[in-house]
């Protein structure tokens, strides 16, 4: 089995944020596979299905960014997981608009969500999906003053032209770790 955790806000007002772009992710990728998110636990909505003979349950924590580790723990223990059978994906303010990387392992790079994962799991060996949501060179400096403001505020037009594309890339990347592993996807996505 596979956990897959999209990272984001719940709540309307943050519905279209650059901070949730995990759970777009997770709404793309769910649709494709034909998985709704309806069931709850865990502090999440979850979804359940399976693709390329792998179970897999989606979840999107309903706990506020910064306590993501919380529901991240906690289904873990409800479904009896390890965390490198975990793949976390969420914004990266330090990746250009619309680029992934995918990782094995790694530090939170100061995302909030990952700091709050890596605590609660006490490790920081599981895989995870940067989505970059960086503005052009022209906005860097103001991007480190104003990063929180950034990153809870809303997609511009031209920008939300680029991550509709960006979505289903990160979905055929999530296939591509379940069907073919970690290594194979990193050398296609990254």
Do not use: W
Request: charged fraction near 25%; hydrophobic fraction near 40%; glycine fraction near 10%.
């Amino acid at each position: 089995m596979k956990l897959i955790i999209g990272l984001g806000n719940p709540g309307r007002h943050y519905a279209n944020s650059r901070h949730n772009v995990g759970f777009k992710c997770i709404d793309i990728f769910a649709h494709e596979n034909g998985i709704s998110l309806t069931q709850r636990g865990a502090r999440s909505k979850l979804g359940t299905g399976q693709v390329a003979n792998t179970k897999i349950v989606l979840a999107k924590p309903q706990t506020f960014m910064n306590l993501s580790g919380e529901a991240v723990s906690a289904l873990i223990r409800r479904y009896k997981l390890s965390p490198k059978d975990i793949l976390v994906i969420y914004d990266d303010l330090d990746l250009p608009l619309g680029k992934i990387r995918i990782r094995e392992k790694g530090s939170s790079g100061g995302h909030n969500g990952l700091k709050s994962i890596i605590s609660h799991l006490g490790t920081q060996d599981f895989p995870r999906i940067r989505v970059g949501i960086a503005p052009g060179e022209d906005n860097a400096t103001m991007i480190r003053v104003d990063a929180i403001e950034h990153v809870l505020s809303d997609f511009t037009e031209e920008e939300k032209t680029v991550m509709s594309e960006v979505y289903p890339r990160v979905a055929a990347a999530i296939e591509c770790i379940l069907t073919e592993g970690l290594t194979a996807a990193m050398n296609k996505y990254n």
